[in-house]
């Protein structure tokens, strides 16, 4: 039998924003920035790019339990300003952030300032409006600003992931809004990151719970890729991330097109470009274990000697390459909160 | 002007929780076999195995068991459930079990599951939690379809506090402990 549920509706003097707005405050509700009203109509053209029940309950979202449906999703999308052919994506994003792999109860609670980074792929990308261009991370573009807010808004009325609450993150960030775009599939030389997940769908979402980006500026290098993976690497290399005390946490490297030609051109593949950082990220065992009392790493790591050197991820398949933005000498590093897992899905409504 | 008023939804869904009850309360910890289970945090270990010492010093209860919440007991991220090896020693090793630290968010959530899944086994549980804590505990503790979780609210912060203030802030704490175990409150 299949479990439903139907969210509640309330009465507003008029349709305008402001009167959302206050309904939402009086409720300790929202993000703090304006929304859309999600009257039945708009909350309908939303739906129309789902299929299935709208009112099926998918899953729970943790650490509040709160129940999801395709409508519950829907509403949250109409108060961000969701264009409604990007719905499939704050769907399947939503999807992936219930995978148990993401480990979203601690994803959602920890005083940690993690934010979930949404990476669209493919077809959908270009049909729905979002840009994995310059630019891609913001501001300016509406699908990429409104589905990371939608995500954000689900977390915070169903997960519960209210400050103080169900989120105890100490300072939070700005990524916490919203943190979303697309894959320069065009400029990729190495395809679809998707697909080298094995998702071959015309288009998926992946999820990466971790710390806003840093960036990695390099302009010196002229093409040596040696030099601009030495700079990332060096990026990567902290005591200051949550990568450090726990191997099995991922980084995202999201190269500039620049930066990824400058590695295609010397037959680099992918896989090349996370080896090489696996390799070159690297500290002295002695410095982790004096820094951290807790080290939740590959067992082999604790038989290292200290005078060694250990890589920041326990594995090179933890160091995961996309190809995003626009023209420029610059690429991000993007750590893990830790305790996660990445998950790639095909996008469904 | 239309004076119509217009009808929206709300998004904050329901929680629909897996509910659970406390287990039973001995009414005496006499004789009773006491379980740490220690998440790593700073000063965790420190903290728990005092307090049961203390606990079994009052009222006549034994520690059979002090371990960290990884496979074979090992040290492991407070982020994630205590590894099923360990659920099943504290079943078959303890009556009762003392746990934290709950004093950063995910390792609250998890000492919060964690607790939960030990009531459910009939053992109870109490989760040392510290007072900046306190309502994310609260609310988790409500989250996960238990709001009664026994809590044992200790000043903030355990962790970078010294070793002779945490056994005061203890000392003064055991009679709490042993009302939390022996009716729940």
Redesign the interface.
Known sequence: MTVTYLPDQAELPDESPEAMFDLLDSRGLGDGLPVIPPTAARVEAMLQYATGDPDEVLFTLQPRSGVLTRRIAAINAVLAGCPPATFPVVLTALRALASPEMNLRGVNATTHLVAPLILVHGAVAEEAGFTGGVGCFGPGNRANATVGRAVRLTMLHVAGAKPGFGDAATHGQPAKYTFCAAENLAESPWGSFARSRGVTAPSAVTVHCGEGPHNVHDAEAAGDPQLILDKIASAMTSLGMNNAPISQGEFFIILGPEHAASMAQRAMSRDDVSSYLFDRARMPASVFRRHFEELAWARWMHTVPDDHSLPMTGEPGNIRVVVAGGPGKHSLVVPSWGMTRSVTLPVEG | M?TA??????????????VSKLAPSPGSLAGLRVGVLDN?K?NAGFVLAYAAKQLAAETGAEVTLVTKKGPFGM??????PMARDIFSRLLDETDIVLTGMAD???C???SV?DAIELEKAGKPAVVVTTTR?E??AV??SA???LADVRKLVLPHPVGGTDEPTLQEWIDEATGRVVSLLTTGA
């Open positions: 239309s008023m217009t009808t929206v939804y709300l998004p904050d869904s329901e929680p629909r929780p897996e790593g700073p040290s492991a991220n407070a982020a994630i950063c968010g995910s609250t959530a998890y599951s804590f309502p994310i609310t988790l989250s996960f379809g």
